[in-house]
């Protein structure tokens, strides 16, 4: 069994180095991606493996938000993983942070009709809104370009593919299977 279980994370590295090959400046997703997602075991090793690339965080979490839990959360199973292996860590400004902008509303829009999204919406700064929607649709795109990625690891696969193919970026499932 223990066999068993060194040939499969051998495999599932080495399938992760053959999709980062090449790559220099990788960039990372934190909730469920880095911390308490299926694969974190395997990229936080791989960000161990690798210190002679160039790593940076990009999160959905705010400025609002107590980012300095981050360091805490990166150091669960391991001390010597910390925010320092990380050039940077790139966070979303709260004033788009529908969440916070609007966190009794936003909570509910997840998956209603057009009607239910009309009643909740009703009364809101609309206009306000598809702002931050849009800026939020492409902040993590956005926010490789800065660093002069190409590569993003993050769970939301389906919800950042339009904006990463419109920049000509790779986008990476990290809830697929390595």
């Known amino acids: 069994m223990i066999f068993y279980l060194k040939f499969v994370n051998v495999y599932r590295m080495d399938k992760l180095d053959k999709i980062l090959e ?3 400046i990788i960039c990372w997703d934190i909730d469920n991606t880095l911390i308490n997602g299926p694969n974190s075991l395997l990229f936080r090793q ?4 690798n210190p002679d690339r160039e790593h940076h965080i ?3 979490r705010c400025q609002y938000q107590d980012i300095q839990n981050i360091q805490h959360e990166l150091q669960f199973d391991s001390e010597d993983f910390h925010t320092g ?3 940077s860590i790139m966070t979303m400004p709260s004033e788009y942070d529908l969440d916070h902008i609007y966190p009794n509303e936003i909570r509910k829009l997840a998956h209603l009709d057009a009607q239910e999204f009309y009643d909740i919406t009703h009364g809101l700064d609309k206009n306000h809104m598809m702002e931050c929607l849009e800026i939020c649709n492409n902040y993590k795109a956005q926010s490789c370009l800065s660093v ?3 590569i993003l690891i993050d769970d939301l696969y389906d919800y950042l593919k339009p904006s990463f193919d419109a920049n000509d ?3 990476i499932d990290a809830l697929g299977y390595f």
Do not use: D, E, M
């Open 22 to 24: 090449g790559h220099q």
């Open 46 to 49: 791989w960000i161990k493996n």
């Open 58 to 60: 990009i999160t959905f």
């Open 85 to 87: 292996i990380f050039k």
């Open 148 to 150: 002069n990625s190409k």
């Open 169 to 171: 970026l790779l986008l």
